[in-house]
């Protein structure tokens, strides 16, 4: 018996040894350890030997399963480490194959209007500010002349952090607006300001025109003896730039807001062409967005003098601006992530709008 087991160690370790294929290591793995195999054979015998027999035998045939158990387990790690290696070997990316000839992503009409507007804006002289998403009370609202008693807040739909949240004992909020992009440029920088904010906004609020995250861009421009003038010649030249058509009329409506006095809404007038709205003309208005002088208390909660620094601000949703020029009617979908309606709708990424070649891409 004894003789007959360290026979079969020795013939399975060399079946082990020579195995060169996964495959080839399994079927000796099955041949030892299967259910008729040789070393299972040998383990059932010990349910028929006597107590002592078991004592000298027990201990020999475990040791025997034990050392051919790992002997396959270590065995089958060289295997797979060899496999391994001929593939990295044999397979390699090619870095010489040409770029596919229609490259298969879009750009989507969101970054691409934002592109076009910081295009038109640098033009004109205005930098690209930013600011957080999650926002503090102060700059969100109360710098902007909203005080907690304002209605403009309940206006907002603002989704608020739970109160554990609060830093410097400010309510942290998902800003409403671009706004506060304001007030954190005035804060950190010295006038004059010529700067344009994008960015995402949050308002619990959703159906075929609003979504609970939406784009705006933000203008700020804060120098001395600057009046409404300014604005109106900044916004034209900005929505000819951005429809790419001379004919663009506006109309500006006095309107309310907190932080600019006076306030403006400004129209761009449409015609209708084949029974579609196409800018330009001035058959019927359309409303495209908000602006005026910045409020006196705004730059003061900037710790600016308003007798010495004036300025104009204007706000407008980014998407809506993509939806007039390009003509979606859906906002829900710019967030779906459907690539149908990417392929449709996205632009070629070697597009870059510039003025030069018209940003309209
Ligand atoms: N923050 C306003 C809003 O979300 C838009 C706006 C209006 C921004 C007038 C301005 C402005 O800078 O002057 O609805």
């Known amino acids: 018996m004894m003789k007959n ?23 000796v793995r099955i041949a030892a350890l299967g259910k008729q195999g040789s070393v299972s054979a040998l383990l059932k015998t010990m349910g028929s030997m006597s107590p002592e027999e078991r004592q000298t035998q027990g201990p020999i045939i475990n040791g025997l399963r034990e050392s051919i158990t790992s002997a396959l387990a270590s065995k089958k790690a060289d295997l797979e480490t060899a496999d391994l290696n ?20 879009t750009v989507h009409p969101v970054s691409q209007v934002m592109d076009e507007l910081a295009e038109i804006f640098a033009d004109m002289g205005f930098a690209v500010a930013e600011g957080p998403e999650i926002e503090d009370d102060w700059h969100n609202f109360t710098a902007l002349n909203i005080p907690e008693t304002h209605p ?15 830093r410097d004992g400010q309510k942290m909020v998902l ?14 920088q010295e006038p004059p300001i010529r700067i344009i904010a994008p960015g995402r906004v949050y308002r619990s609020d959703s159906d075929a025109t609003h979504t609970p995250m939406f784009h705006q861009i933000e203008g700020l421009v804060i120098d001395k003896g600057i009046h409404l003038g300014h604005l109106k010649w900044t916004l034209e030249t900005f929505l ?41 003309g001035a058959e019927g208005w359309m409303e495209v967005l908000g602006s005026g002088m910045v409020h006196r208390k ?42 149908r309606w990417l392929q449709h709708y996205g632009f070629n990424a070697l597009d870059v709008p510039t003025l030069s070649g018209g940003v309209g891409a």
């Open 152 to 166: 403009a807040r309940a206006m907002h739909d603002t989704f608020y952090f739970p109160d554990e949240m609060a």
């Open 5 to 27: 087991i360290a026979t079969l160690q020795t013939d399975l370790m060399g079946a082990i040894g020579s195995a060169d294929t996964l495959d080839a290591l399994e079927a």
């Open 298 to 339: 705004v730059i003061e909660a900037c710790g600016l003098d308003p007798d010495v620094w004036q300025g104009f601000a204007f706000g407008t949703g980014v998407d809506r601006l993509a939806m007039l020029k390009y003509g979606m009617d859906d906002l829900r979908a710019f967030f779906d992530g459907d690539n």
């Open 240 to 280: 000819k730039a951005y429809f790419e058509r001379e004919d663009v009329v506006l109309r500006l409506r006095p309107s309310y807001f907190p932080f600019t006095e006076p306030s403006v809404e400004v129209d761009v007038g449409y015609s209708v062409v084949n029974g579609k709205r196409v800018i330009g």
């Open 86 to 105: 001929r593939r990295l070997a044999s397979e390699r990316v090619d870095m010489t194959l040409p770029a596919p000839e229609t490259p298969r992503g």
């Open 175 to 188: 800003r409403t607006h671009t706004s506060p992009v304001q007030i954190r440029t005035m804060t950190s």
